[in-house]
């Protein structure tokens, strides 16, 4: 019932869309029609580059991570936290565009922050593991991670164990990208991977920064 509260309030070309919701099996089911992305997600594009032990082209790491932000940035100017942005819940639509899915543990901040511990291990940010509250740069450290898993095709804190992976997240080094990308890729994604919430930037100051970055490529590929 959340998801589709706050599914029914966004449109966004990069969120997936939700288009009704109605009671089944006798009224003991909730279903949800939502947008079809036929092509899988990130998580599934990265095995494949990983397997395959190839780069992805900056230029679709950049138009991947582009739209994602942009679809955050929807999700954030309206006081929305996603609380679970990670490879698996971004999904590829047959056109090539990604769009931000699974919403079902979002939640719309109404002027405190966050304290319910939740999310995927792999991308919690130190103060999630902290115990500590919470607001929009939990998801940019997210989605941090992810940018360094489009590059690296492996996560950027990995444990056998949650105490060890904990650990690495809130004291372990910061992971660089490789030399592969540009010197901005890696820098901005140690910004984004800072410890320090407050000193994240935001959805809307990335894509700023982005931008002209991203007009010295050439037009950015869509590749399934």
């Known amino acids: 019932v959340n998801e589709i509260r706050i599914l029914a309030s966004i449109k966004h070309p990069y969120i997936v869309g939700f288009y ?12 949800i029609v939502m947008e079809l992305c036929g092509c899988g997600d990130l998580a599934s594009k990265v095995e494949r580059y ?5 780069y992805m082209d900056e230029r679709v790491v950049w138009s991947h991570f582009i739209q994602m932000c942009e679809g955050l940035q929807c999700l954030h100017e309206q006081k929305i936290v996603h609380r679970d942005i990670k490879a698996a819940n971004i ?7 990604v769009k931000i899915g699974d919403l079902n543990v979002s939640k719309r ?10 999310g995927t291990p792999y991308y919690l940010s130190p103060e999630l593991c902290q115990e500590k509250p919470y607001a929009w740069p939990s998801d940019i450290w997210a989605m941090g ?3 360094f898993e489009l590059c690296e095709r492996k996560v950027p804190f990995d444990a056998p ?7 690495k997240i809130c004291r372990g080094p910061t992971p660089q990208i490789s030399s592969n990308y540009s010197d901005f890729v890696r820098q901005l994604c140690c910004e984004m991977l800072h410890r320090n919430p407050s000193s994240r930037p935001s959805a809307e100051t990335i894509l700023q920064r982005s931008e002209e970055h991203t007009s010295e490529l050439q037009s950015p590929l869509q590749s399934r």
Request: aromatic share 10%.
């Open 161 to 167: 164990n949650i105490s060890g992976l904990v650990q």
């Open 145 to 147: 991670c992810i940018f």
């Open 50 to 54: 990983r397997k395959k032990r190839k």
């Open 109 to 118: 901040m109404k002027g405190q922050l966050l304290r319910t511990q939740i």
């Open 20 to 31: 009704d919701a109605f009671l089944a099996r006798r009224d003991r089911e909730l279903w």
């Open 91 to 97: 999904f590829l639509a047959a056109d090539g565009s």
